[in-house]
């Protein structure tokens, strides 16, 4: 069963930092180039970071550090100094040539 399961979300202080994590199965996760969308209250989805499949090419918005274990096919998003306006779902997102697959999200509410 394909599946991209995403944990790691949470409450947190502005300046907080959290580390979200998301599980790929069902598919060939190494050959895929990985993504990290948020998507705020009322506002449309957007990438906050983004890893190639080999883990050489990558983007990464402010203060987010993305990285990939393909042995545990995993990916990591570390979020550090956390700011009220970064409050959204996290979604992983897996893509290739043909294919792209989405989990379920993770809450982040960075709240004082």
């Known amino acids: 069963q394909l599946q991209l399961v995403e944990s790691g979300g949470g409450s947190v202080e502005p300046g907080g930092s959290l580390n979200l994590s998301c599980v790929g199965s069902g598919f060939p996760f190494s050959t895929y180039d990985m993504y990290w969308y948020r998507q705020a209250p009322g506002k449309g989805r957007e990438v906050v970071a983004a890893?190639?499949?080999?883990g050489g090419d990558y983007f990464e918005k402010g203060r987010f550090i993305m990285s990939r274990d393909n042995s545990k096919n995993t990916v990591h998003l570390q979020m550090n100094s956390l700011k009220l306006e970064y409050t959204a779902v996290y979604y992983c997102?897996?893509?290739?040539?043909?294919?792209?697959?989405w989990g379920q999200g993770t809450q982040v509410t960075v709240s004082s």
């Open positions: 890893i190639a499949s080999s």
């Open positions: 997102n897996a893509q290739n040539s043909w294919y792209e697959y």
